[in-house]
């Protein structure tokens, strides 16, 4: 299993390239993310050992990072949303500042940045533009954004109110609401095979799916995790195969279709899992990380 350590830094995000197959990118904190500055880090595997193939340095922390082609949207703990080119990491291409408080999730797809902040926004970017296209108030601190990957105008945005809430762009107006938890709802995730389906992990320690066509009651509940629930990831490549991540310091693999409890249960970290991944280049192949300043790139048997 290749592995990799991040001295006296701490790991909140790891995501493969979607164009290069042995690239993936890390973000990485000072002092867990309370105080200090944030890193940009490219990885590169090769002959089961993964080098650093480039780095950059920030003034504050990252908490979260996503891909387009071979430019990078990080998620800023100053309040910025920061635009890299992994091939000339000396400056950021791009350096938004218009959340009033840290932005802990961005997702980029073909054309728009997303990005959510503990101010209770979430807001939409351009790279044409030099300011947000729009500004959209969530009621409470932002957690996890996603874009929908089969319908382009749909995001998910999962609060710290317990609630999962869901926009339309075309008709600029929020077009879902569901109460998911008592406490928060820590991250969301679309399916990749069937556009009603949605993810959601909590603070209350469970995994749930919600089909938008009837989103009254959930798809299913999976338990298993004995804390938190920090992030869900959905498979590229099978329909009812999901990984998720806790703060019990378990990299879980769930098939909702098959059992309520994980069919594969994996601790190779010694503090808090933060950042997971599926690669889509190889079938079964996945990334986590966590605040003990490790990477770890692996097949699980059950995905084997």
């Given at each position: 299993m290749p592995s990799?350590?991040?001295?006296?830094?701490?790991?909140?995000?790891?995501k493969f390239s979607?164009?290069?197959?042995?690239t993936l990118a890390i973000a990485a904190c000072e002092n867990f993310g309370f105080s200090g500055g944030g890193v940009l880090m490219i990885l590169d595997l090769f002959e089961d050992q993964l080098k650093v193939k480039g780095h950059s340095r920030c003034q504050n922390g990252v908490f979260d990072l996503s891909w387009n082609d071979n430019m990078i949207a990080l998620a800023g703990g100053d309040g910025s949303v920061q635009i890299q080119n992994i091939t000339l990491l000396d400056k950021p291409v791009v350096l938004y500042k218009?959340?009033?408080?840290?932005v802990l999730s961005v997702d980029w797809n073909q054309h728009f940045i997303l990005s959510g902040s503990w101010d209770c926004t979430v807001k939409i970017w351009?790279?044409?533009?030099?300011?947000?296209l729009s500004t959209t108030c969530t009621f409470s601190p932002v957690h996890s954004v996603a874009w929908s990957p089969m319908l382009p105008n749909i995001f998910s945005c999962a609060?710290?109110?317990?609630?999962?809430?869901?926009?339309?762009?075309t008709m600029a107006r929020m077009v879902s609401e569901l109460h998911i938890c008592s406490g928060d709802v820590l991250t969301c995730a679309w399916s990749n095979h069937d556009s009603n389906i949605i993810i959601t992990g909590g603070s209350d320690?469970?995994?749930?799916?919600?089909?938008?066509?009837?989103?009254?009651?959930?798809?299913?509940?999976?338990?298993?995790c004995e804390y938190p629930v920090k992030k869900v990831q959905c498979s590229p490549h099978r329909r009812s195969t999901l990984a998720s991540v806790s703060y019990d310091l378990s990299t879980c693999i769930w098939d909702w279709q098959v059992s309520t409890n994980p069919i594969e249960i994996i601790k190779h970290h010694s503090e808090f899992v933060y950042g997971l991944d599926f690669s889509r280049h190889?079938?079964?192949?996945l990334s986590d990380c966590g605040w003990d300043s490790l990477v770890h790139v692996f097949n699980?048997?059950?995905?084997r």
């Open positions: 990799f350590l991040t001295p006296n830094l701490h790991c909140f995000a790891v979607p164009t290069l197959p042995t218009e959340h009033a408080l840290e351009d790279l044409q533009r030099q300011t947000s609060g710290a109110d317990g609630k999962l809430r869901l926009w339309d762009t320690c469970t995994i749930k799916g919600w089909d938008m066509r009837n989103s009254h009651t959930c798809l299913f509940e999976l338990k298993g190889h079938p079964g192949q699980p048997k059950s995905l």
